[in-house]
């Protein structure tokens, strides 16, 4: 059940009647906010409405400081096992040259290593752009050298003058043996206990 962030609790309801859940999960049927309220007191919790939008209001029994301080752990905990994907870009031209291509190839390898997403662009300068199956090639080319610990998240397209390719890291997939392997190891550590 989805309680929002911000309940409103106790004398803060307004409502006449009320669907109520008890701690335990179990309903307790619909009644008065006011033989809720009373029904919250003796058990020593708080009336809170997590559905304000059924008809009657869905409200629960909780401690709510509990809850609040479970629910600031939980934020702290999903902000500790984010990771920011950046996205770092390399430069490439219609006419680049072979060591060149090498060079940025390295550089987009360790970036996508390192878990960032890479945009490849090619700026097309004068009279190339009536030209620009080459700089599809050019592309085309850079996304195989790369292909090992990338997928091309974006084909190439044109935009204007610069032709834009966007390449994610590869989810590295463990083999059918290293899950089997996991998974007895697994098994091991449990029976030893």
């Known amino acids: 059940m989805d309680i929002a962030t911000e309940l409103m609790i106790n004398e803060e309801i307004r409502d006449r009647e009320v669907r109520l859940i008890d701690e335990n999960g179990e309903q307790l049927g619909v009644m008065s906010t006011q033989q809720a309220l009373q029904l919250a007191e003796e058990r020593g919790l708080d009336l809170a409405k997590i559905q304000p939008s ?65 945009k490849v662009s090619i700026r097309f300068r004068g009279r190339q752009i009536t030209h620009s199956e080459i700089g599809l090639k050019v592309m085309q080319d850079f996304a195989e050298r790369c292909k090992d610990v990338s997928m091309v998240e974006r084909r190439p397209l044109l935009d204007g003058r610069n032709m834009i390719m966007i390449l994610a890291p590869k989810a590295i997939k463990a083999s059918f043996a290293e899950r089997k392997a996991k998974r007895e190891n697994a098994a091991s550590k449990e029976t030893k206990e």
């Open 54 to 118: 059924a008809v009657p209001p869905v409200c629960k029994l909780l401690d709510y400081d509990k809850y609040r301080y479970e629910q600031a752990k939980r934020e702290r905990e999903n902000r500790k096992n984010q990771r920011v994907v950046d996205i770092k870009e390399v430069q490439l031209s219609a006419t680049i040259e072979e060591n060149d291509v090498n060079t940025k190839a390295k550089m987009a390898i360790r970036f996508l290593e390192n878990g960032d997403k890479v």
